[in-house]
């Protein structure tokens, strides 16, 4: 599942895409393949923005049908996504021209998926023995994967014009869309939130006209429910022991693109400093400590950069006060995550090894983790993604320690702050 779901993702992003909302309270609309017959309501621009809204959504139903007409035949191939909190349920059904004869053949997969703070797994079937298995995986489904592109939509509203024959907004051109190839856009509302997104396209090509729609189908929003499949054998605790490819993934940047990351320190003990890294929704927040007015007092202060109004900006708080906007940031949240990571780059995977009585991967007299020294590193793993990197220094006899913890891994949530921005020029960088 995980290739045709990525391949999705990144159609959808890309070449012709659009993304999913959620809809929800008593009108809420239900799945159904007479798509025809959604009727929008008609809203406000404040509805209609409210309607792509999805910080809150964690239980709803995605349906996504790709569909081709040629010469009169028209195929459906779809795909359907059940987000239940921590746990995922993902259908997809194509059609397969390579095989002999290149006569088509229709190929249903399915997956479960359940998300933990640092270990999440994949559940696959099994359809010699008809049994369930799961696996380790950092890969899973995210409603952010499927509402990214949203924004312009929601920001497109003078785009729209309702029209009652189609029962719903209908627009020819989206300003600042990822896509100009479609004749028509469609959007319907029902109770509040967004029901249907369609995009449709045609061609002539000698004759032969041939269509395209890709449509977006939200329901269930809340009552969505995915029960995990028995697994054969039971379910084991995994082994914090991972392969070299493992590895590697395990420390690759799209490993951290949702991630909460805790810094301590010996030095340090009282004050844990927090990294949180959503590259996905482009924002990242770090706390940071310095000291107060008192000769002995320390004041924390919080940071968040994100992109508003098409801008990278930087907030901050401090001591818990009030957020305020501070103005236009140096750098991206994707420049800061790799500067905040940049460490883990030179721990490889020959240069440790693997301690079974600890569960974990130690490496003695290892250099470029604390400025010329050396130091002993630790690794943990939990379901093949980095649980800790610990970093253990011994100078003039004084041993110091310093641990990374890499935590909600997929499921880190920052809130941008409700200030107002005024303009400010972005300041010359020393």
């Known amino acids: 599942m995980k290739k045709y779901s990525k391949i999705v993702a990144l159609g959808l992003s890309c070449a012709m895409a659009f993304s999913l909302a959620a809809c929800g309270g008593d009108d809420k609309p239900q799945g159904t393949p007479d798509l025809d017959n959604v009727k929008s309501e008609q809203v406000t621009e404040a509805q209609w923005k409210s309607a792509f809204d999805f910080s809150q959504v964690t239980n709803v139903t995605l349906k996504n049908i790709e569909r081709m007409t040629v010469a009169g035949v028209t195929t459906d191939e779809f795909s359907i996504t059940k987000f239940d909190g921590d746990k995922v349920y993902e259908e997809a059904q194509w059609y397969d021209s390579e095989e002999v004869g290149g006569a088509p053949v229709k190929v249903v997969e399915k997956a479960y998926y359940s998300i933990g703070e640092t270990e999440s797994f994949e559940y696959s079937y099994d359809d010699d023995t008809k049994t369930w298995s799961k696996e380790a995986t950092t890969w899973y489904p995210q409603i952010s994967s499927f509402t990214s592109s949203l924004e312009a939509i929601a920001n497109a509203y003078n785009s729209f014009t309702y029209d009652a024959s189609k029962n719903g907004y209908v627009a020819t051109e989206i300003p600042n869309f990822v896509s100009d190839e479609f004749d028509t856009f469609t959007v319907k509302i029902v109770g509040g939130k967004l029901s249907v997104a369609q995009m449709d396209m045609s061609v002539n090509e000698g004759g ?18 995915v029960t995990l499949p028995t697994v054969s054998g039971g379910d084991e605790t995994p082994s914090g022991k991972v392969t070299e490819a493992q590895w590697e993934a395990a420390f690759a940047m799209d490993a951290f693109k949702n991630v909460t990351v ?87 995977y020959e240069d440790f090894t693997y301690i079974s009585e600890a569960d974990m991967y130690v490496a003695e007299n290892m250099s470029g983790m604390v400025g010329d020294g050396e130091a002993t590193v630790n690794i943990k793993f939990k379901a093949a993604r980095v649980d800790y990197v610990e970093i253990i220094t011994t100078v003039n006899g004084q041993t110091e320690s310093y641990r990374m913890t890499f935590s909600n891994y997929g499921t880190t949530v920052i809130q941008i702050p409700d200030v107002e921005i005024t303009d400010v020029e972005k300041p010359e960088q020393k």
């Open 208 to 225: 032969i006209i041939s269509s395209a729609s890709m449509i977006f189908q939200i329901y269930d929003y809340g009552t969505t429910s």
């Open 262 to 348: 805790t810094n301590r320190s010996s030095e340090m003990e009282s004050y844990v400093p927090v990294f949180k890294i959503d590259l996905i929704n482009d924002v990242m927040y770090q706390t940071m400590y310095r000291g107060g007015d008192g000769e002995s007092s320390i004041s924390m202060v919080e940071y968040i950069i994100a992109y508003v109004d098409g801008e990278c900006r930087q907030f901050r708080c401090e001591d818990g006060k009030d957020w305020e906007y501070v103005g236009l940031a140096f750098d991206t949240p994707q420049k800061f995550a790799e500067s905040m990571l940049s460490n883990l780059s030179v721990l490889r």
